[in-house]
């Protein structure tokens, strides 16, 4: 059962995320469209996930997910409220400076792995710290995060060449290569049967705890949740509380 938060369940779950880490979303809104069209995705949205943390975001469509996605990746600007990523305002930034957090604080975790049909597994993960500041470049060595999602003998093979479980184990390892803060995970198990969906989260979890990472995941599929530690409902653009 998922229920409605109460205010003081809302504080405590504020409290247990530190001020340089993990992700706030305080009384966030966001509207689209404009005129007699005008929708509210977000109404008066708040969610607290502290590091090694993996929350649950369930919903019809529609219901507001991406939305929330969106603005807590910093690629949608809220109308109010604030989103704070490992300490930093994401909604006082300017289009560089959420661009920048992106790079140095967050992960996206996408459908299918989303990966690049010319790369192979290894030089997936080799991607993104090319577009980081030399400065910022300690991130995860790409070949042991393919052995801890169990994909080290797979290093040089192609999307092509794997499994859907086997794209989206990659897809995870990439999330993580730049060692984010923070995790954005959208629908991962979508493309998968019922057996690899569980392996995929299971490994979500045990990554999100294992690098002390917060990770909010989007999904339709209530038969995973039970390796989350917290699920929320969307309906209508508001966020009900734990379960």
Known sequence: MIGRSTPDEETRARADVPGNAGLVLDGVHLRHGDGDEIVQALDDVSLAVAPGRLVAIVGPS?????????????????????????GHDMTAAGRRGRAALRREHIGFVFQSGNLIPALTAADQLRLPNRFRPRRARAGRDPLELLADVGMADKKNRYPHQLSGGERQRVGIARALATAPSVLLVDEPTAALDRARSHDVVRLLAAETRRR????????????????????????????????
């Open 62 to 86: 529609g219901a507001g997910k991406s939305s929330l996605l969106a603005v807590a990746g910093g690629l949608a600007r809220p109308d109010g409220g604030t989103v704070m990523v490992a």
């Open 212 to 243: 002390s990472v917060a990770t909010v995941m989007v999904t339709h599929d209530h038969d995973v949740l039970e390796h989350c530690d917290t699920v929320h409902e969307m309906i209508d653009g508001r966020l009900t509380g734990a379960a």
